[in-house]
Protein backbone atom coordinates (compact mmCIF):
# COMPACT_ATOMS: atom_id res chain seq x y z
CA UNK A 1 0.00 0.00 0.00
CA UNK A 2 0.98 3.76 0.08
CA UNK A 3 1.56 5.67 3.43
CA UNK A 4 2.28 9.47 3.17
CA UNK A 5 3.81 11.91 6.07
CA UNK A 6 3.49 15.38 5.88
CA UNK A 7 3.15 17.72 9.54
CA UNK A 8 0.05 18.49 10.81
CA UNK A 9 0.62 22.41 10.95
CA UNK A 10 2.78 24.99 9.74
CA UNK A 11 3.14 28.57 10.96
CA UNK A 12 4.56 31.83 9.29
CA UNK A 13 4.59 34.87 9.05
CA UNK A 14 3.16 37.19 6.17
CA UNK A 15 5.94 37.82 3.42
CA UNK A 16 8.33 34.90 4.59
CA UNK A 17 8.95 31.45 3.03
CA UNK A 18 7.84 28.38 3.95
CA UNK A 19 8.65 24.60 2.71
CA UNK A 20 6.25 21.51 3.67
CA UNK A 21 7.65 18.42 3.72
CA UNK A 22 6.25 14.92 2.30
CA UNK A 23 7.75 11.49 2.84
CA UNK A 24 6.35 8.76 0.79
CA UNK A 25 6.06 5.15 0.87
CA UNK A 26 4.83 3.55 -2.40
CA UNK A 27 4.64 -0.17 -3.85
CA UNK A 28 4.50 1.75 -7.73
CA UNK A 29 5.45 5.26 -7.78
CA UNK A 30 3.70 7.46 -10.98
CA UNK A 31 4.45 11.17 -9.54
CA UNK A 32 3.56 13.36 -6.66
CA UNK A 33 1.13 15.79 -6.52
CA UNK A 34 0.28 19.07 -4.06
CA UNK A 35 -3.57 20.39 -3.60
CA UNK A 36 -4.55 23.43 -1.42
CA UNK A 37 -7.87 23.33 0.38
CA UNK A 38 -9.16 26.47 2.02
CA UNK A 39 -11.85 26.13 4.72
CA UNK A 40 -15.01 24.98 3.69
CA UNK A 41 -13.57 24.51 -0.10
CA UNK A 42 -12.68 21.90 -2.44
CA UNK A 43 -8.92 20.86 -3.45
CA UNK A 44 -7.12 22.87 -6.14
CA UNK A 45 -4.31 21.38 -8.03
CA UNK A 46 -0.68 23.36 -7.33
CA UNK A 47 1.55 20.94 -8.94
CA UNK A 48 2.70 17.95 -9.93
CA UNK A 49 6.08 16.13 -9.94
CA UNK A 50 6.94 13.11 -12.24
CA UNK A 51 10.60 13.26 -12.33
CA UNK A 52 13.50 14.59 -9.78
CA UNK A 53 14.13 18.08 -9.28
CA UNK A 54 12.27 21.77 -8.86
CA UNK A 55 8.71 22.92 -10.74
CA UNK A 56 7.91 26.49 -10.68
CA UNK A 57 5.07 28.05 -10.86
CA UNK A 58 4.29 31.68 -9.29
CA UNK A 59 5.29 31.49 -6.13
CA UNK A 60 4.81 28.34 -5.40
CA UNK A 61 7.42 25.36 -6.05
CA UNK A 62 7.66 22.11 -5.45
CA UNK A 63 10.35 19.43 -5.41
CA UNK A 64 10.94 16.29 -6.07
CA UNK A 65 13.52 13.05 -5.15
CA UNK A 66 12.66 9.86 -6.26
CA UNK A 67 15.59 8.21 -4.56
CA UNK A 68 15.36 9.45 -0.71
CA UNK A 69 11.08 8.97 -1.41
CA UNK A 70 10.45 12.59 -0.51
CA UNK A 71 9.39 15.80 -1.86
CA UNK A 72 8.19 19.26 -0.86
CA UNK A 73 6.35 22.24 -1.58
CA UNK A 74 7.51 25.77 -0.99
CA UNK A 75 5.85 28.79 -1.03
CA UNK A 76 7.10 32.48 -1.51
CA UNK A 77 6.15 35.56 -0.37
CA UNK A 78 3.67 34.24 1.39
CA UNK A 79 0.18 36.51 1.99
CA UNK A 80 -2.92 35.80 4.32
CA UNK A 81 -4.58 34.16 1.56
CA UNK A 82 -2.45 31.50 1.45
CA UNK A 83 -3.62 30.45 4.85
CA UNK A 84 -5.62 26.88 3.87
CA UNK A 85 -4.44 23.03 4.16
CA UNK A 86 -2.00 21.63 1.80
CA UNK A 87 -1.62 18.09 0.85
CA UNK A 88 0.47 16.09 -1.11
CA UNK A 89 -0.37 12.64 -2.81
CA UNK A 90 0.96 9.79 -4.66
CA UNK A 91 -0.74 7.69 -7.36
CA UNK A 92 0.01 4.33 -7.54
CA UNK A 93 1.71 2.70 -11.01
CA UNK A 94 -0.46 -0.34 -10.48
CA UNK A 95 -3.49 0.51 -9.23
CA UNK A 96 -4.09 4.25 -10.58
CA UNK A 97 -5.39 4.68 -7.68
CA UNK A 98 -4.22 8.07 -5.55
CA UNK A 99 -3.21 8.42 -2.22
CA UNK A 100 -3.14 11.39 -0.36
CA UNK A 101 -1.31 12.75 2.82
CA UNK A 102 -3.89 13.81 5.79
CA UNK A 103 -2.71 17.78 5.06
CA UNK A 104 -0.78 20.47 6.66
CA UNK A 105 -2.71 23.05 7.62
CA UNK A 106 -0.35 26.62 7.53
CA UNK A 107 -1.36 30.15 8.75
CA UNK A 108 0.20 33.23 7.93
CA UNK A 109 0.05 35.29 9.98
CA UNK A 110 0.26 39.21 10.21
CA UNK B 1 -16.39 27.78 -18.08
CA UNK B 2 -14.79 23.57 -17.43
CA UNK B 3 -16.02 22.54 -13.90
CA UNK B 4 -16.92 19.63 -12.35
CA UNK B 5 -20.54 19.72 -10.30
CA UNK B 6 -22.04 17.64 -7.89
CA UNK B 7 -25.22 17.08 -6.61
CA UNK B 8 -26.71 17.69 -4.17
CA UNK B 9 -24.53 20.05 -1.75
CA UNK B 10 -25.75 18.84 1.18
CA UNK B 11 -28.21 16.15 2.30
CA UNK B 12 -29.38 14.56 5.48
CA UNK B 13 -30.81 11.43 5.24
CA UNK B 14 -31.90 7.84 7.30
CA UNK B 15 -30.31 4.91 7.52
CA UNK B 16 -30.63 1.96 4.88
CA UNK B 17 -32.56 4.93 2.32
CA UNK B 18 -30.54 4.24 -0.94
CA UNK B 19 -29.33 7.75 -2.02
CA UNK B 20 -27.31 8.63 -5.18
CA UNK B 21 -25.05 11.50 -5.39
CA UNK B 22 -24.35 12.48 -8.65
CA UNK B 23 -20.89 13.98 -10.40
CA UNK B 24 -20.51 15.58 -13.57
CA UNK B 25 -17.66 16.84 -15.90
CA UNK B 26 -17.00 19.09 -18.80
CA UNK B 27 -13.62 18.79 -20.10
CA UNK B 28 -14.23 15.13 -21.88
CA UNK B 29 -11.78 13.75 -19.25
CA UNK B 30 -11.79 9.69 -19.40
CA UNK B 31 -10.33 9.40 -15.27
CA UNK B 32 -13.16 10.22 -12.52
CA UNK B 33 -13.02 9.73 -8.98
CA UNK B 34 -14.74 9.84 -5.49
CA UNK B 35 -13.39 11.02 -2.52
CA UNK B 36 -14.38 11.62 1.37
CA UNK B 37 -13.00 13.24 3.74
CA UNK B 38 -13.12 13.04 7.45
CA UNK B 39 -10.89 15.41 10.09
CA UNK B 40 -7.67 13.83 10.83
CA UNK B 41 -7.95 11.22 7.95
CA UNK B 42 -7.38 13.31 4.93
CA UNK B 43 -9.24 12.26 1.60
CA UNK B 44 -9.39 9.32 0.73
CA UNK B 45 -10.36 7.19 -2.29
CA UNK B 46 -13.23 5.38 -2.72
CA UNK B 47 -13.70 4.50 -6.31
CA UNK B 48 -12.21 5.52 -9.75
CA UNK B 49 -12.78 5.14 -13.09
CA UNK B 50 -10.27 4.67 -15.83
CA UNK B 51 -12.77 5.33 -18.70
CA UNK B 52 -16.67 4.18 -19.86
CA UNK B 53 -17.64 1.51 -18.43
CA UNK B 54 -13.76 0.77 -16.18
CA UNK B 55 -14.08 0.82 -12.64
CA UNK B 56 -12.13 -0.16 -9.81
CA UNK B 57 -11.62 -0.13 -5.78
CA UNK B 58 -9.68 2.69 -4.09
CA UNK B 59 -8.91 2.75 -0.35
CA UNK B 60 -12.58 2.90 0.72
CA UNK B 61 -14.81 0.78 -1.24
CA UNK B 62 -17.12 -1.15 1.08
CA UNK B 63 -20.46 0.17 1.50
CA UNK B 64 -20.25 2.69 -2.01
CA UNK B 65 -20.95 1.63 -5.79
CA UNK B 66 -20.91 3.63 -8.61
CA UNK B 67 -21.21 3.29 -12.14
CA UNK B 68 -19.49 5.11 -15.70
CA UNK B 69 -22.67 4.79 -18.53
CA UNK B 70 -21.08 8.06 -19.88
CA UNK B 71 -18.02 9.72 -19.87
CA UNK B 72 -18.78 12.72 -18.49
CA UNK B 73 -20.97 11.02 -15.43
CA UNK B 74 -20.01 9.13 -12.27
CA UNK B 75 -22.64 8.97 -10.03
CA UNK B 76 -22.38 7.33 -6.19
CA UNK B 77 -24.22 5.45 -4.89
CA UNK B 78 -24.84 4.29 -0.95
CA UNK B 79 -27.33 1.37 -1.24
CA UNK B 80 -27.87 1.03 2.68
CA UNK B 81 -26.04 4.21 3.87
CA UNK B 82 -24.85 4.36 7.64
CA UNK B 83 -23.91 6.51 10.00
CA UNK B 84 -20.54 5.92 9.35
CA UNK B 85 -20.64 7.02 5.90
CA UNK B 86 -21.60 10.35 7.46
CA UNK B 87 -18.58 12.41 5.37
CA UNK B 88 -17.51 15.03 2.46
CA UNK B 89 -17.37 13.69 -0.53
CA UNK B 90 -16.06 15.24 -3.52
CA UNK B 91 -16.08 13.98 -6.96
CA UNK B 92 -12.78 14.93 -9.39
CA UNK B 93 -11.83 14.49 -12.96
CA UNK B 94 -8.40 14.30 -14.38
CA UNK B 95 -6.51 15.47 -16.88
CA UNK B 96 -2.39 14.70 -16.89
CA UNK B 97 -1.12 15.20 -13.83
CA UNK B 98 -3.63 17.15 -11.70
CA UNK B 99 -7.43 16.70 -10.51
CA UNK B 100 -10.14 18.95 -11.01
CA UNK B 101 -12.10 18.59 -8.15
CA UNK B 102 -16.23 19.34 -7.48
CA UNK B 103 -17.49 21.24 -5.04
CA UNK B 104 -18.22 19.07 -2.23
CA UNK B 105 -21.25 16.91 -0.71
CA UNK B 106 -21.88 16.87 2.91
CA UNK B 107 -23.82 14.17 3.81
CA UNK B 108 -25.52 13.37 7.11
CA UNK B 109 -26.96 9.76 8.18
CA UNK B 110 -29.02 9.56 11.07
Known amino acids: GQSLEQPSEVTAVEGAIVQINCTYQ??????LSWYQQHDGGAPTFLSYNALDGLEETGRFSSFLSRSDSYGYLLLQELQMKDSASYFC???????????FGSGTRLQVQP | EAQVTQNPRYLITVTGKKLTVTCSQN?????MSWYRQDPGLGLRQIYY???????DKGDVPEGYKVSRKEKRNFPLILESPSPNQTSLYFCASRTSGGQFFGPGTRLTVL
Open chain 1, 89 to 99: AVRDTGRRALT
Open chain 2, 27 to 31: MNHEY
Open chain 1, 26 to 31: TSGFYG
Open chain 2, 49 to 55: SMNVEVT
